[in-house]
């Protein structure tokens, strides 16, 4: 199993900027066979996926909602993936949750096996 811990989240106002970071440790077998993504959930509402990053490629997507403000990166060294969030707004606001799969990405909560504890972003406006 992959163990998985994220930190830096916290209160921004909008137009502010954060930098989640995920640890990875655990994993079994290849590393390169992993997708690795962050996932949000809002008061009220389903959990989303955010991005997504396949490591036998490097290839990252995003959601729509978030292009061009959210960049995904990965520290090979520390084992350490990010989300550099900026330009942030209030609809940012939500429990973010770093996840693994094996193989290939998806965008649906469910495919993903391994979790975070998530953490927490708030953005005023």
């Known amino acids: 199993q992959v163990q998985l811990v994220e930190s830096g989240g916290g209160s921004v106002q909008a137009g502010g900027s954060l930098r989640l970071s995920c640890a990875v440790s655990g994993y079994t077998g290849a590393k390169i066979t992993y997708c690795m993504a962050w996932f949000r959930q809002a008061p009220g509402k389903e959990r989303e996926g955010v991005a997504t990053?396949?490591?036998?490629?490097?290839?990252?997507n995003y959601a729509d909602s978030v292009k061009g403000r959210f960049t995904l990166s990965q520290d090979n060294v520390k084992n350490t993936l990010y989300l550099q969030m900026n330009s942030l707004k209030p609809e940012d606001t939500a429990m973010y949750y770093c996840a693994a799969k094996r193989f290939g990405c998806t965008i649906n909560s469910n495919d993903y096996n391994s979790w975070g504890q998530g953490t927490q972003v708030t953005v005023s406006s």
């Open positions: 990053r396949y490591t036998w490629t490097g290839t990252t």
